[in-house]
């Protein structure tokens, strides 16, 4: 049963001493979450993904620990689902909600109610979401592709990727403000990789059509896998017409927060990739919901990381729709059990829970006050 719920903001440093995309520039990657005390010894854990903005990171907590813990405490934790359905169909909260700070905060605690859940089956999260140890997951890595990064050193970290680290697959950003610097480096990378390994593109919702339409119909030349992203978040009707006017597949989803938005994109031929991120969706219950819309559409499922895989590695391993998951190295260390990649391939965590249980000492050492 559960007692009671405790909030923690931690803001983990990146790899670099700053990244970007085409839309963000960011120093730290924030983790707004919570723990969540029973009447047993166990503690759940969750949180979801931001970019270190304390104001907001604490509209996020403020939101569990004024608004959702009073549905929860005196709950028992065998069903997320029944406790996903009481938060999220919350009246009051619906009518502030749906999208953004309370699918966030509702995120970060179904999260840590599946934690619950397999720490008292004494299971990994993947077991007891009905997978099997038989899938062989790969990672693709997202951490040498920044735009802030200059065309050696964008060659330097994708070859570190690939010839080094062993990745087969690796992610760069594109949006720059002259498209003919974004091509020049595509074909810099795919000439430095050579043809076996996957490259993807990401321009974070950057580009508009028509005006864009150029750029956008030669990424087929570099053997692209897929262009994530590439006009508004919310411009359903434009990516529809995209999809028919380029080769390159489309790959969307980490700016949508329901299961609605996303059938919007799949029913309209939008999206090919399909990138539900379990800590923007109302969480692994309502990620879940994304696997399986996709599935009846026959659409692979690739999951965007906003807990830098973390606890999706368990959905994922789950979920036949999925075969390749995103991966970016920046707080994997704060962890009780740490993600594990080889050669690219994700490794199967082992301990009970959903792999959230973050070490005491990284909770001090990058906690602010909530
Ligand atoms: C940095 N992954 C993404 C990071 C990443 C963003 O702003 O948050 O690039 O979430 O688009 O696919
Ligand atoms: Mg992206």
């Known amino acids: 049963m559960i007692t009671s719920l405790e909030t923690f903001i931690l803001h983990v440093p990146v790899t670099r001493d700053r990244i970007a995309d085409s839309t963000h520039s960011i120093t730290h990657w924030g983790m707004p979450g919570v723990k969540i005390m029973t009447d047993s010894e166990h503690v759940g ?19 569990i620990t004024n608004c959702y813990a009073e549905l929860l405490i005196g709950e028992e934790v065998d069903e997320p689902r029944k406790l996903w359905e009481k938060m999220a169909y919350n009246p009051p909260l619906q009518w502030v909600g749906r999208a953004g700070i309370t699918t966030m ?36 890595n997202t951490d040498g592709g920044w735009l802030n990064f200059n065309q050696d050193m964008l060659i330097e970290d994708v070859k570190r990727l690939t010839l ?18 974004d091509i020049h480096r595509i074909e810099a990378v795919r000439k430095a990789l050579g043809n076996d390994v996957r490259i993807m593109t990401d321009a974070n919702g950057r580009w508009r059509l028509p005006d864009n339409l150029e750029i956008l119909s030669c990424l087929k030349d570099f053997d692209v896998t897929w262009i994530e992203e590439p006009l508004w978040h919310d411009d359903v009707s434009g990516h529809s017409e995209l999809a028919k006017n380029i080769q390159t597949p489309i790959a969307l989803g980490e700016m949508l927060y329901s299961l609605a938005h996303f059938r919007e994109f799949i029913s309209s031929g939008g999206v090919r990739f399909v990138q539900p991120d379990a800590t923007r969706l109302g969480g692994i219950t309502e990620a879940l919901d994304v696997c399986n819309l996709a599935q009846e559409h026959q659409l692979p499922v690739t999951p965007h990381a906003g807990d830098m895989a973390q606890t999706q590695i368990h959905m994922s391993i789950a979920h036949p729709s999925i075969e390749l998951l995103e991966f970016i190295p920046w707080i994997t260390h704060c962890f009780e059990e740490p993600l594990k990649i080889d050669s690219g391939i994700f490794s199967y965590p082992q301990m009970p829970g959903a ?16």
């Open 105 to 140: 905060a509702l995120a970060a605690v179904d999260i840590a109610l599946w934690d619950l859940k397999s720490k008292y089956r004494e299971e990994p999260l993947w077991k007891t979401l009905g997978g099997k140890e038989e899938k062989k997951l790969e990672a693709y």
């Open 355 to 370: 792999g959230t249980t973050i070490r005491n000492e990284y909770m001090e050492m990058y906690g602010k006050k909530v």
């Open 45 to 63: 854990y969750g949180f979801t993904g931001t970019h270190a903005h304390l104001a907001s990171d604490r509209l996020i907590t403020d939101c």
């Open 164 to 181: 080094q680290d062993g990745y087969k697959s690796i992610k760069m950003k594109v949006g720059k403000p002259d498209s003919n610097e």
